[in-house]
């Protein structure tokens, strides 16, 4: 197989991506707490070679847990116990660089790394649920600049801690007795305006080198972070005009910052409801939409835009000229998706809430298998992606379908890997492995 190839993550919470998933017959409820869940579906999509699995956290539980399967599972352990069911799929993390410390996280994900024999990727978030500052004695949420201001240096202590064993430092050499070249494990000592971590770390440099930088944030300041770090983004978008601008945008901001825009992946999030006809699947959908509980969706739009609304008004319009774009909530990526949603759908409430319940704010694709890989097709040949989150609706059979029957179209038309050709994430990735910043020491 030659020629430019998708990038497919299977994109997993707990009972399935829309917000009524638990509720459905078809669903795994009772299983959701049950490891052994987790491992048939990331084997599962790693006998479809995916690149990935993705596991998403917050530090925080949702404002409105009564009505939808929200809890979080903490995910180092949870990949942990993934990467001893699995020997190729790419495990890749959520943690956040406002509520975890660059010591511990840097011992983490290298942890997972080795363990994995390098498979290791890390969600790089700064976190936008305000409730977590009080989980952490804080007064107040920092606000989206601080936030990211903090994630830049977090990245640059976190990737010297890294490099702080150079690659040959660890020397096993039971003849001279001689376990570790300590000339070559160095302290950091960084001192900076939020940070300060002395080193090195307690690890040896990790068969990656370091894991793969993921991004996802689409903001003004989530899009400079990316431009600087991030080796695959993760991203949402309605439109397929909107994923082009976003997807040069983003390239053009990588080249400026004298890095190869071939090696960042944009990957945006896709829901599938697939059936074997149009017909079908659209009852599919419509099935789940009729299973939501307007008082926690009502809910999820007011965290996303601040509206204050009762169910009395789900079917009129959406009161557009009550929401405040000005603030911090108007600096957050999804705000905008939803907003767009409204400027050009001019949606009632209701369907506003059946918009967002699918995949909140990611795009929702009803078809068959067909008229789904067509889909993907156009985003990835028409410069909008390289590759997509699978964000199946439900599990374990809404990536059952996905997998039985999209895989094989994508894999007929020459757009994905019939078997994997390499061993670790950035193998599947195709990007290469960074030199430790020691590498090149006269």
């Known amino acids: ?16 991506h829309h917000e009524a998933a638990w509720r459905y017959h078809g669903s795994d409820v009772e299983r959701i707490l049950d490891i052994g869940y987790y491992q048939d579906l990331a084997r599962r999509a790693e006998a479809a070679a995916f690149d990935g699995v993705f596991f998403a956290d917050g530090p925080a539980l949702p404002d409105n847990v009564r009505y939808a399967g929200r809890f979080r599972l903490e995910p180092f352990t949870w990949l942990s116990a993934i990467a001893a069911a699995t020997e190729r799929i790419g495990l890749i993390a959520t943690a956040s660089t406002t509520y975890f410390e660059p010591y511990n996280l840097a011992r983490l994900f290298a942890s997972l790394d080795h363990l994995s024999r390098g498979r290791a990727g890390w969600n790089i978030v700064t976190t936008g649920a305000p409730q977590a500052a009080a989980n952490f004695g804080l007064d107040a949420h920092p ?17 010297r801690l890294w490099d702080s064993w150079e690659d040959e430092a660890l020397v096993a050499d039971q003849k001279t007795g001689v376990f570790a070249d300590t000339d070559r494990i160095h302290t950091i ?33 989530g899009r400079a972070f990316a431009a600087r770090y991030a080796e695959a983004v993760f991203t949402a978008h309605q439109t397929l005009a909107s994923g082009q601008a976003f997807y040069a945008d983003l390239k053009a901001r990588v080249a400026a910052a004298g890095r190869d825009p071939g090696q960042v992946l944009i990957l945006p ?6 059936g074997s006809t149009e ?87 009803v ?76």
Do not use: C
């Open 143 to 159: 606000a989206h600049a601080e936030r990211y201001e903090r994630a830049g240096e977090f990245l640059d202590v976190v990737t």
């Open 189 to 221: 000592d960084h001192e900076g305006p939020r940070l300060k971590v002395r080193g090195p770390l307690n690890t040896p440099r990790t068969p990656q080198g370091r894991p793969v930088y993921v991004q996802a944030g689409s903001s003004e300041d």
């Open 367 to 442: 078809g068959t298998p067909e008229q789904i890989a067509d889909q993907l097709q156009e985003w990835f040949v028409s410069g909008a992606a390289d590759g997509f989150n699978v964000m199946p609706p439900w599990l374990t059979g809404g990536f059952d379908l996905f997998a039985d029957h999209v895989v094989p179209i994508l894999r007929d038309r020459g757009l994905f890997r019939t078997e994997y050709t390499g061993t670790t994430l950035r193998d599947h990735y195709g990007l290469p492995r960074p030199d430790s910043q020691y590498a090149h020491r006269d």
């Open 1 to 16: 197989m030659t020629g430019r190839q998708l990038h497919l993550n299977l994109f997993v919470y707990p009972g399935g």
């Open 269 to 274: 999030g896709i829901s599938p409801f697939i």
């Open 279 to 365: 017909a079908e699947a659209r009852a599919l959908h419509e099935e789940f939409n009729e299973l939501i509980q307007p008082a926690y969706s009502l809910q999820q739009l007011h965290r996303v835009l601040g509206l204050e609304l009762d169910e009395e008004a789900l079917d009129g319009p959406v009161p557009r000229e009550l929401v405040d774009t000005g603030g911090e909530r108007g600096n957050g990526s999804r705000f905008q998706v939803v907003l767009d949603i409204i400027d050009r759908e001019r949606p009632t409430v209701r369907q506003l809430l059946h918009r967002l319940a699918g995949a909140r704010g990611h795009r929702v694709v």
